[in-house]
């Protein structure tokens, strides 16, 4: 073979090759321009069915017609097939050649060559045994070869037009195009319809009707939720359940969700019924008659655990005595219970200590508060512990907090012995099985018999716990002696009245549990028990009212409870227990209920009786200690004012004041430089009684109005020294003086009525520092505690030793002073102290509201004035 003119060798593999797909190509070419025309026809058939049907023309017609209309259109579309389809053959090599040459405007039928040989030679009728050895026939086969680069297939030409010379093709398409958008969105459902004359318009059948409805948990709260038919999708809590009804079916309906079948139940000729428990969602359908009535993606949503967690760090209260567990919890559906699980650090094998936290009512969805819990007869309290947070929801899961240690709270006690027993017990708390820590601090204590002075039983208890540790090697031993530890502590620590009130306390609790036992299951048992529990309760009331009597004969003047509180009798709460015993044993739980409930708030006052007392006593106290720092400052202010009075008069005088021996005078030679002075010590007394009235007002809510006068007083004063006139300035600070002076008596009688004047001890001095002059040193009669001059020790100003303490001159009367009612001599001191003391007797005896034997005694009081 020659190369090409190129230079280029032929590749007559790949040349064939390509001849290969050209003539494959012009195959299919030749096939569809034969089978289109086949197809035009019966197509257009159905074009033109397609837009009826899209336009709703079939379900127009009776279902006789509908039907005979499909027939036709099926029976013309297969005739049309058949003749068009009749004599159709499929395409050659040979065709194909002659369709590529044709294609591709090569003459001569150069692709025969490929497949020719030499003819004969005419002369001699033989072949050439090797063709390609002549030149000739060589040169004609290679330009045949090249000709096959510029094959081309063409596009095909079915001859439509020559058939359809009106283009009704084209109108055909117009017309599919325009039902198509008038369809819109139902045009599947047309089509369907139009195929399928006898199936009903809708999924169910005439007459049937389909309910469907989820009922979730009753913890959940929610409202049933309603299936519609035209709904896609639905959601549900876990552990819903499911009903379906379906009315008008003349056989019974099949239930599917993710091919798992739910069985109807009959509850009538044409009615059935489904129920199903939802447990995991999917694809949820109801079958009639190989019909799908409806169906729903089912979503259902598990419930998720509760969630705990502390506020903030948990750990002692304030009062030092009480756990302080601040919580928080949230669940979807609610929460149904909340505890503290605490468990000992240093012995973490020791099962766990559960407190209970109540939660507010109606199982919240989230929730937070603060739980205080008195632990400290806990035989843990005082070690390290540590505690987690567990929420529980209705379904049975929980959810726990982040670990948090803390020490536990414990009492603390103040007696040797107690703090002994207590020690010893917390030991045992950390280590039981070591009990020789244990028995040797009550062996030392057993031999130091003068720590219980003359309390014999607490000795013999003491001795009763050493034996019980060291000879009973059982584990409820120990449980035993930490109880007679905190017990016998607590004996120790207490006096006989605080020990029958805990154990009035424990009386009446379990009683309360007793009664709320006998009202869940009035068995023989629980009722039997509840008498047990009441009669102890009676003894505890009776022992408490003998030791609260008992201290009020050996403290009669103390008076530790309120009125009201001393109006309980312990008769009548002995009458309520037997009425409370009554009505159990006759089986009348809310009438006993209902005497608990009143027994219960006649213990809680006489309970806060003993501390409303003090804490009132304690503000009181709180607020005269105020008081008397605000007296103290009045009482310097007027000493500081009565130092400015003797300037003034000095000046006008012009007599110059001299210090003590060997000390300089304490006024300015320059009368002017002095009253400069004094008006700036003026201001500043001013500002500082301004100061004292806000304070004042801010303790009592009331000022008195001679500090108001006092106030324009100081003013004017200082007015009077700006002008220079002495005179003047002397008779405002004489003004000032006395309005301060009457400014304190106000005090003092405004603090005594809102304060009272506290309790005195036997040497006559007050519990809370003040002394014989009366509430907040001002005496009865309202005067300051100053050193008889008109001024405090130590102040600055020193009046002259012919003033009295109201900045007035001796020798301004016959007698050479003033001795009015309101001069404080030893006399008249007394007399006044009786009087005040007359005063609050006859008050406190007009208060009827106070117990008889305190109202007699006041009256045996009177009688001595």
């Given amino acids: 073979m020659t190369p090409e003119p190129h230079g280029q060798p032929h590749d007559p593999g790949r040349l064939l090759r390509r001849l290969a797909g050209r003539r494959a190509l012009a195959?299919?070419?030749?096939?569809?321009?034969?089978?289109?025309?086949?197809?035009?026809?019966?197509?257009?058939?159905?074009?033109?069915?397609?837009?009826?049907?899209?336009?709703?023309?079939?379900?127009?017609?009776?279902?006789?017609?509908?039907?005979?209309?499909?027939?036709?259109?099926?029976?013309?579309?297969?005739?049309l097939l058949v003749r068009g389809f009749k004599g159709l053959v499929t395409p050659d090599d040979a065709a194909a050649d002659r369709r590529l040459e044709v294609a591709s405007g090569l003459r001569h039928r150069p692709l025969s060559v490929l497949t020719d040989r030499p003819a004969a030679n005419p002369q001699t009728g033989d072949r050439p045994t090797d063709p390609a050895a002549d030149p000739l026939w060589r040169a004609h086969v290679e330009r045949a070869i090249r000709q096959l680069r510029r094959l081309r297939v063409g596009?095909?030409?079915?001859?439509?037009?020559?058939?359809?010379?009106?283009?009704?093709?084209?109108?055909?398409?117009?017309?599919?195009v325009a039902t198509l958008v008038i369809a819109g969105p139902d045009a599947p459902d047309r089509i369907a319809q139009a195929l399928s004359p006898s199936l009903p318009h809708t999924p169910a059948a005439p007459g049937t009707e389909l309910q469907a409805w989820i009922t979730p948990p009753a913890y959940t709260r929610l409202a049933p939720i309603f299936l519609h038919t035209d709904a896609r999708s639905v959601t549900a809590p876990a552990g819903s359940h499911l009903t379906i009804s379906v009315t008008g079916s003349g056989s019974a309906p099949s239930l599917a969700l993710n091919g798992h079948g739910a069985p109807f139940r009959a509850l009538d000729a044409s009615s059935f019924q489904a129920d199903l428990d939802l447990t995991a969602g999917g694809h949820l359908a109801v079958r009639d008659g190989g019909r799908e009535l409806a169906g729903w993606d089912l979503t259902v949503v598990a419930d998720r655990p509760p969630t705990a967690a502390w506020t903030e760090p948990p750990g002692a209260a304030a009062d030092g005595q009480h756990l302080r567990l601040p919580w928080t919890v949230t669940d979807d559906y609610g929460v149904v219970g909340l505890q503290a699980e605490l468990h000992l650090r240093d012995r973490p094998s020791a099962p766990p200590l559960i407190i209970a936290i109540p939660l507010p009512g109606g199982d919240p969805h989230s929730a937070h508060g603060v739980s205080q819990q008195d632990l400290t007869a806990h035989p843990w309290a005082g070690l390290p512990v540590i505690a987690r947070l567990i929420a529980r929801d209705y379904p049975g899961q929980t959810g726990s907090s982040e670990p948090a240690e803390f020490v536990l709270p414990e009492r603390v006690f103040t007696n040797p012995v107690a703090r002994a027993l207590i020690a010893a017990r917390r030991g045992l708390s950390v280590r039981p099985d070591d009990r020789d820590s244990a028995v040797g601090v009550l062996d030392a204590l057993m031999q130091s018999p003068q720590?219980?002075?003359?309390?014999?039983?607490?000795?013999?208890?003491?001795?009763?716990?050493?034996?019980?540790?060291?000879?009973?090697?059982?584990?409820?031993?120990?449980?035993?002696?930490?109880?007679?530890?905190?017990?016998?502590?607590l004996h120790m620590e207490e006096g006989l009245t605080d020990q029958t009130a805990r154990q009035l306390e424990e009386a009446r609790q379990a009683a309360n549990d007793a009664l709320d036992r006998a009202k869940k299951d009035p068995s023989p048992v629980n009722r039997d028990e509840l008498q047990k529990r009441l009669a102890e309760l009676q003894n505890a009331i009776q022992h408490h009212m003998q030791a609260l009597l008992d201290q009020l004969k050996r403290s009669p003047d103390e008076m530790p409870f309120d009125p009201n509180a001393m109006r309980l009798d312990s008769q009548q709460m002995q009458r309520l227990a037997d009425q409370a015993r009554e009505a159990a044993q006759q089986g009348k739980m809310d009438e006993a209920n209902q005497r608990m409930a009143e027994l219960d708030r006649m213990l809680e006052n006489l309970r806060n009786a003993r501390t409303r007392e003090s804490a009132d006593a304690a503000r009181n106290?709180?607020?005269?200690?105020?008081?008397?720092?605000?007296?103290?400052?009045?009482?310097?202010?007027?000493?500081?004012?009565?130092?400015?009075?003797?300037?003034?008069?000095?000046?006008?005088?012009d007599v110059p004041r001299l210090g003590d021996v060997g000390q300089p005078p304490t006024q300015p030679a320059d009368p002017a430089a002095g009253q400069q002075a004094d008006r700036l010590v003026q201001q500043a007394l001013r500002r500082a009684l301004g100061e004292l009235m806000q304070r004042f007002g801010d303790l009592t809510g009331k000022v008195p109005p001679s500090m108001g006068e006092a106030d324009l007083a100081m003013r004017g004063a200082g007015q009077a020294l700006a002008d220079g006139q002495d005179q003047a300035a002397g008779a405002d600070q004489q003004k000032a003086i006395e309005a301060l002076q009457k400014g304190g008596q106000e005090m003092a009688q405004t603090m005594a009525q809102q304060f009272g004047r506290g309790q005195r001890g036997q040497d006559g001095s007050s519990d809370d520092g003040e002394g014989d002059d009366g509430m907040f040193g001002m005496g009865q009669d309202g005067h300051g505690d100053y050193n008889g001059q008109g001024t405090m020790p130590g102040s600055p100003y020193q009046p002259d030793q012919q003033r009295d303490p109201f900045g007035r001159r001796f020798g301004q009367g016959n007698s050479g002073a003033d001795e009015s009612e309101t001069t404080?001599?030893?006399?008249?001191?007394?007399?006044?102290?009786?009087?005040?003391?007359?005063?609050?007797?006859?008050?406190?005896g007009a208060d009827r509201t106070r117990p008889q034997y305190e109202l007699d005694y006041i009256g045996r009081l009177l009688q001595q004035f």
């Fill in 155 to 176: 596009v095909p030409r079915p001859g439509l037009a020559r058939r359809d010379p009106r283009a009704l093709r084209g109108g055909l398409l117009v017309g599919l």
């Fill in 27 to 79: 195959r299919l070419a030749l096939l569809f321009e034969r089978v289109w025309p086949a197809l035009w026809p019966p197509l257009g058939v159905i074009g033109l069915f397609l837009c009826a049907a899209l336009l709703g023309l079939p379900q127009l017609l009776s279902p006789a017609l509908h039907l005979a209309l499909l027939v036709v259109t099926f029976v013309a579309v297969a005739v």
């Fill in 451 to 489: 720590a219980f002075g003359t309390d014999f039983g607490a000795y013999a208890n003491l001795s009763a716990l050493y034996y019980l540790l060291e000879f009973d090697s059982s584990d409820e031993a120990v449980d035993q002696a930490q109880l007679g530890m905190w017990q016998l502590a």
């Fill in 824 to 844: 404080t001599v030893p006399e008249q001191r007394e007399q006044q102290r009786t009087q005040a003391i007359e005063q609050e007797l006859r008050r406190r």
């Fill in 621 to 653: 106290a709180e607020r005269r200690q105020r008081g008397r720092q605000q007296m103290s400052v009045l009482q310097d202010m007027v000493a500081r004012q009565g130092g400015l009075l003797d300037h003034s008069q000095q000046r006008a005088n």
